[in-house]
Nanobody, 118 residues
């Protein structure tokens, strides 16, 4: 019923910036929280940043001060502004939405590749 479409990934030089977008569409009553995660091959998916319905945010220590998560409620879209990118940020980034639709539901985006060159 709900699908997430991610965009904004790509190749960037170290120190550069990218903005990821994730738009939710379909049937839902409300969104509880939205977040961004990243995963490298052979490793567990890790939390990058989350934002709850009230606007509070949480960041992984590794990205704090460099990344900013935000949302546009009218567009049902969450963004991740990534500044001062490092090669260590290279990963597949996934958005996640925790929403209400006849109970609590969870859906993941398809993933978008972010590659940061040295």
């Amino acid at each position: 019923q709900v699908q997430l479409v991610e965009s904004g990934g790509g190749l960037v030089q170290a120190g550069g910036s990218l903005r990821l977008s994730c738009a939710a569409s379909g049937s839902f009553v409300s969104i509880n929280a939205m977040g961004w995660y990243r995963q490298a091959p052979g490793k567990q998916r890790e939390l990058v940043a989350t934002i709850i319905s009230g606007g509070s945010t949480n960041y992984a220590d590794s990205v704090k001060g460099r990344f900013t998560i935000s949302r546009d409620n009218a567009k049902n879209t969450v963004y991740l502004q990534m500044n001062s990118l490092k090669p260590e940020d290279t990963d597949v980034y996934y958005c996640n939405v925790d929403f209400e639709f006849f109970g609590r539901r969870l859906v993941w985006g398809q993933g978008t590749q972010v590659t940061v060159s040295s």
